[in-house]
C-alpha cells in the first residue's frame, strides 16, 4: 500500500484527491496525510511514500527541496512554474523520482501528443494558434496546459502583446477569462485553403486529481528522474 501525501490538502484540488483516495476505486493507494502552507511540510514527507502538490510555485520550490532531502517521489501540478523552477525541477530528479505535468487529465496529454505529430507533419506551411478559456479566478495567463500545447509543436511563441502582420514558423495564443469555466484548450492549424481544429474540454475537475492518482501507481518503484503524464500514459 502507497501511503500518499497531500500538500494543500484543504484546497479545491486536494479535497479531490482526498475524496478519491477514500472513495475505494484505487486499490494500492491510500490517504496518509496532509499538510497547508502554515504546516510544517518535512513531516508530509517523511510521514508519507509520495506526495502529490497542487499549489504555488512559492509552495512547490520548497517541497521539491524537502523531497530531495527525503529522496521520496513527488508529483506536482502546480502551474505557473517559470524557467528557473523546471531548471530546478531538471537538478532536483537526478536525487528522486519527479513527475510534473500542467494537466493531469488523459485526454489533454492525449491532444498534445496528436498535436506534436499534426505540427511536425505540416511543417512551417501552417500557422499555428492556440486559444485557452478558463473561470475568472484563474492567475496565470496563458495558462500551464496552453504552454504545453505549444511547447508540443516545437515551434516558439509569438510575442503575447502582438500587433501587425504575423510571423511565420511561431505559435499565437489567445485568453480568455470569466465564469466557472474548468477549462477550455483549442489548437488551430491554419493553411491555405484549409484549417484544421484539435480541442480539448474539461467539465469536472475530478478527472485532474484521477490523473494524478494514477500517476502515483504508477511512481511505484521508479528510480529518480523527471516524468510526465505522456510517461505514465506510454505517448
Known amino acids: 500500500m502507497i501511503k500518499v501525501g497531500i500538500a494543500g490538502y484543504r484546497g479545491r484540488m486536494g ?6 483516495l477514500q472513495s475505494g476505486q484505487w486499490p494500492g493507494l491510500a490517504f496518509g496525510s496532509g499538510s497547508e502552507s ?7 514527507f517523511a510521514e508519507n511514500d509520495l506526495v502529490i502538490d497542487f499549489t504555488t510555485p512559492d509552495a512547490t520550490r520548497a517541497h521539491i527541496e524537502i523531497a530531495v532531502t527525503h529522496k521520496k517521489p513527488i508529483i506536482i501540478g502546480t502551474t505557473g512554474l517559470n524557467d528557473n ?16 505535468s500542467a494537466n493531469m487529465s488523459v485526454g489533454v496529454n492525449l491532444l498534445a501528443a496528436l498535436v506534436e505529430q499534426v505540427a511536425t507533419r ?10 485557452e478559456t478558463h473561470h475568472r479566478n484563474k492567475m496565470d495567463s496563458p495558462s500551464g496546459t496552453a504552454l504545453m500545447l505549444g511547447r508540443a509543436t516545437g515551434r516558439p511563441n509569438a510575442p503575447m502583446d ?20 474548468v477549462g477550455e484548450h483549442n489548437v488551430s492549424f491554419f493553411g491555405p485553403g484549409e484549417r484544421i481544429e484539435l480541442g480539448h474540454r474539461a467539465h469536472d475537475r475530478s478527472l485532474f486529481a484521477k490523473g494524478a492518482l494514477r500517476a502515483a501507481t504508477w ?17
Do not use: W
Not at 502554515?38 to 508530509?44: A, E, V
Not at 523552477?85 to 510534473?100: E, F, G, K, N, R
Open 85 to 100: 523552477d523546471m531548471a530546478v525541477l531538471i537538478s532536483a530528479a537526478t536525487t528522486c523520482p519527479i513527475l510534473y
Open 162 to 181: 502582438r500587433s501587425g502582420k504575423r510571423n511565420t514558423g511561431t505559435v499565437g495564443y489567445a485568453v480568455q477569462r470569466g465564469g466557472d469555466v
Open 15 to 20: 479535497q479531490m484527491l482526498v475524496h478519491e
Open 38 to 44: 502554515s504546516d510544517n511540510p518535512n513531516s508530509l
Open 219 to 235: 511512481m511505484k518503484g521508479r528510480p529518480a528522474g523527471l516524468y510526465s503524464m505522456r510517461d505514465v500514459l506510454d505517448l
Open 122 to 131: 505540416l511543417g512551417d506551411t501552417f500557422d499555428i494558434e492556440i486559444m
